[in-house]
Antibody, heavy 124, light 107 residues
Framework: QVQLVESGGGVGQPGRSLRLSCAAS????????MHWVRQPPGKGLEWVAV????????YYADSVKGRFTISRDDSKNTVYLQMSSLRAEDTAVYYC?????????????????WGQGTLVTVSS | DIQMTQSPSSLSASVGDRVTITCRAS??????LAWYQQKPGRVPKLLIY???TLQSGVPSRFSGSGSGTDFTLAISSLQPEDVATYYC?????????FGPGTKVDIK
């Protein structure tokens, strides 16, 4: 069965960096685009970033562009989110999520499986 | 970028009631619209994609309709286990923006 397990969350200081990981299993990881979605405490969902199945294409929300970098290592079935220049407003549960099957482009854009999430708190 | 809105922001209905939630895109997204259910303390779950296609395993009391800019999620007969926040998401092109959510409670 599909499993997505995030790690790397915790407390990060404003202006510093943090790297999140998402280990995938139960499907052919290299065939699917992967996403990060975040949810501030008590608030709604915010889509953050996507990386294509081949790792050559990505896209970011304006709120994180230039500060966050998504990457993948297909040999480890893992997708990463490198978070730099952290701000208080980056405080959220971060979910990784996979594209569904059937897309014809670099990525599909909605999510059939989600991880359990990892909490990032930005505070001094 | 296309903005997504939802109405109402919250609703309270009785068990067995028909419930409808509206999602509106600021520009047309064709039928590239998904709906998710997030129960309190839980991970979001995909309900509908392609505006009207039910994800496998989702009860048939859920249905979706619409195209272009206006979409609707309907629950034909509200059940206690449907208490949740419901989000729409457009996926015609990046960024894959979510709506702000609609919280559904039992009256």
């Amino acid at each position: 069965q599909v499993q997505l397990v995030e790690s790397g969350g915790g407390v990060g200081q404003p202006g510093r960096s943090l790297r999140l990981s998402c280990a995938a299993s139960g499907f052919t990881f290299s065939d699917y685009g992967m996403h990060w979605v975040r949810q501030p405490p008590g608030k709604g969902l915010e889509w953050v970033a996507v990386i294509s199945w081949n790792g050559r294409h990505n896209y970011y929300a304006d709120s994180v562009k230039g500060r966050f970098t998504i990457s993948r290592d297909d040999s480890k079935n893992t997708v990463y989110l490198q978070m730099s220049s952290l701000r208080a407003e980056d405080t959220a549960v971060y979910y990784c999520a996979k594209d569904p099957p059937g897309g014809s482009g670099y990525y599909y854009g909605f999510h059939d499986y989600w991880g359990q999430g990892t909490l990032v708190t930005v505070s001094s | 970028d296309i903005q997504m809105t939802q109405s109402p922001s919250s609703l309270s209905a009785s068990v067995g009631d028909r419930v409808t939630i509206t999602c509106r895109a600021s520009q047309g997204v064709s039928n590239y619209l998904a709906w998710y259910q997030q129960k309190p303390g839980r991970v979001p779950k995909l309900l509908i994609y392609g505006a009207s296609t039910l994800q496998s395993g989702v009860p048939s009391r859920f249905s979706g309709s619409g195209s272009g800019t206006d979409f609707t999620l309907a629950i034909s007969s509200l059940q206690p286990e449907d208490v949740a926040t419901y989000y729409c998401q457009k996926y015609d092109s990046a960024p894959f923006t979510f709506g702000p959510g609609t919280k559904v409670d039992i009256k």
